[in-house]
């Protein structure tokens, strides 16, 4: 794992930004293209959904993956939550300007439909997060800062709940996701305790 | 028995896939009742065009082969479909195992170009080939006391990779009111765009409900049956909530999880535009006597 860790911190922060964010333009290239099928709208909202899910995943493995495998991602992790909010922001964004594009619609499906709150409510979550992601919130914060990203972790729950719930039947995929971010939550509970104990 | 029901797309409305069928369609309906494909109609106005093959045999649900919608056209070639025969029991005079070759020399094929609606909002205009449901029915004699019909997919799990998990209760079944199925428009298809059904459309005889969400429209069916109660249909066996054992696209009453006022063309690509949504799907004219003094809210 040392080895690892010393070709990782060669590897510079503005690289993961740039590699992280590419997938969403050409996502969209592929859906202006006929590269995501007939119904691409569906597709790219999808894609980037779960690129999103993926990545809000990998943020909070950052933590349990130091302490029990001794593998070091904390100098990306800025990097993985902003490029969270990234990929969220432009699936609402997809679903809000290419699938609904109707206003009254999306007011009326964000109170109505459950599976449309949870996944806002997530949204509405990361978004102070997003906004407080520089140097200058972290000292500004202090303590306040880790409680505040802390909300990361309801977030995560949120936005696999909302996948499992936007599904027809019975389907193991979003259930995969839902699972992922219990274990990740649960690995950090007793370390907590003991911590405060 | 053809002719009973004719077209009101138009040839303006044919892609070059489609329109040789449009051509036989228009004589087929000078024929038939006179120049009525040629009066056009509100919705041909709209600018309706059918789909194109691809679109319509690559965009599929038919989760016995998984539930992305390219999965059926990736996994459905796994499907023996000949030999094929449908078990048709119940309330009939003469129940029995029909096969294919029994029924199509019974049959006479016409074509239909159907608007096509799912229950998840968007929607094709697919021209398939077929015959009135009604004229099988009658094949098998419908008994008095029937007032339901019954139909089942096939379920075979060493051919259908979709099966291995439990989306939904194999296997898939619907069911119409009898009144529903003896309507004209209610056809078994056996064809799209002239050639035989590709697997992932339900080959080789499947059911086109028009007026109803797609999922009433089961594929691949092996049994009939003629009942006198409401027979249990999968999707609202899984979520009755959900999902109405009637299904009539219906605009103003929303699936709890979106709305129903609108639809996604497929083929429109990134930028396509919603349209509204018809009541029955634009077939409120041919079937909404059926449901007089019913509450469409209720019975969903």
């Not at chain 1, 729950?157 to 193991?172: D, N, Y």
């Not at chain 2, 799209?192 to 089961?218: C, D, E, H, M, T």
Request: aromatic share 10%; with cysteine.
């Amino acid at each position: 794992m040392q080895g690892v860790n010393a070709l990782l911190r060669r590897v510079p922060v503005w690289a993961v930004y740039l590699l992280g964010a590419l997938p969403a333009p050409y996502l969209f290239y592929l859906g202006l293209t006929g590269g995501l099928g007939v119904e691409p709208i569906e597709v790219l909202e999808h894609e980037y959904g779960e690129l999103a899910l993926q990545l809000l995943i990998l943020g909070l493995a950052v933590t349990p993956l130091r302490r029990h495998i001794g593998l070091n991602l904390l100098r990306f992790r800025r990097a993985i939550g902003l490029l969270t909010f990234f990929y969220v922001t432009c699936h609402l964004l997809v679903w809000l300007v290419l699938d609904v594009q109707i206003l009254g619609q999306i007011w009326a499906d964000i109170l109505k439909r459950p599976y449309i709150t949870v996944g806002m409510a997530g949204f509405l979550l990361l978004l102070p997060l997003a906004l407080t992601s520089n140097n200058w919130s972290v000292r500004r914060l202090g303590p306040g800062w880790r409680k505040l990203h802390r909300a990361t972790y309801m977030a995560a729950v949120l936005g696999a709940l909302h996948f499992v719930m936007l599904v027809k039947g019975f389907q193991i995929e979003p259930l995969i996701y839902l699972g992922l971010v219990g274990l990740l939550l649960l690995l950090r509970a007793p370390v907590r305790r003991l911590r405060t104990a | 028995m053809a002719h009973r029901w004719t077209n009101d797309l138009t040839l303006a409305d044919a892609t070059p896939e489609a329109a040789f069928m449009n051509r036989r369609q228009i004589m087929a309906g000078m024929a038939g009742m006179g120049l009525a494909t040629m009066a056009g109609g509100a919705q041909a106005d709209e600018g309706l065009t059918p789909n194109t093959w691809d679109e319509v045999t690559s965009y599929c649900n038919f989760y016995e082969f998984g539930t992305g919608k390219g999965d059926p056209s990736a996994n459905a070639h796994l499907m023996t479909t000949s030999p094929w025969s449908v078990e048709i029991d119940g309330l009939v005079d003469k129940p029995g195992s029909y096969s294919m070759k029994d029924i199509l020399s019974a049959m006479t094929l016409e074509e239909r170009i159907y608007r096509f609606r799912c229950v998840e909002a968007w929607s094709m205009v697919i021209p398939w080939q077929g015959f009135e449901l009604a004229d099988l029915l009658n094949m098998a004699g419908v008994q008095e006391g029937a007032k339901y019909v019954a139909f089942e997919t096939l379920l075979r799990p060493s051919e259908m990779p979709g099966t291995a998990y439990r989306v939904i209760d194999w296997p898939y079944r619907e069911g119409l009111r009898l009144d529903e199925a003896m309507h004209p428009l209610t056809i078994m298809a056996t064809g799209i765009f002239g050639k035989p059904l590709p697997n992932q459309n339900g080959a080789p005889l499947r059911l086109v409900v028009p007026w109803k969400y797609g999922f009433k429209s089961i594929k691949s069916v092996v049994k009939i049956t003629l009942t006198d109660k409401e027979p249990p249909t999968s999707w609202n066996m899984a979520n009755a909530r959900e999902y109405g054992f009637y299904s009539n696209v219906n605009p103003q009453v929303d699936h709890p999880r979106w709305s129903q006022a609108s639809e996604k063309r497929i083929g429109g690509g990134l930028f396509a535009k919603r349209q509204p949504s018809l009541m029955f799907n634009g077939y409120e004219e041919e079937v909404a006597g059926m449901y007089e003094g019913m509450n469409l809210a209720k019975h969903f």
